[in-house]
């Protein structure tokens, strides 16, 4: 693959122990990881890839969202509908205003 056009990070909220703990892990963001995939692939989004983090200091808004080279945040992402809302902001090159942090 070639250098990726957009990174998307989901906060998983692992510590340096490795422990998860934070918003972002009790509210399930790393059962989100499979969805992302699978729509990226169904959409055919290609040169976008998806990765799990360690915690980005914004607990208060998760579950989290980084996407990149935008670095556009997104917060509160709690369902599939955010998560493909967030997604058609990428394919149309904008940004899903109702998640932006």
Do not use: Q
């Amino acid at each position: 693959m070639d250098t990726p056009k957009h990174h998307i990070m989901v906060c998983a909220s692992f510590r340096p122990s490795g422990e998860a703990k934070g918003k972002c892990h009790r509210k399930n963001s790393i059962d989100f990881l499979p969805y992302i995939e699978n729509e990226i692939i169904d959409r055919g989004m290609e040169g976008v890839i998806v990765s799990s983090t360690c915690c980005l200091k914004m607990c208060d808004e998760g579950p989290v969202m980084v996407v990149y080279p935008e670095n556009t945040w997104y917060g509160r992402v709690e369902t599939e509908d955010a998560i493909d809302t967030i997604l058609d902001a990428i394919e149309d090159g904008d940004v899903a205003g109702e998640y932006l942090l």
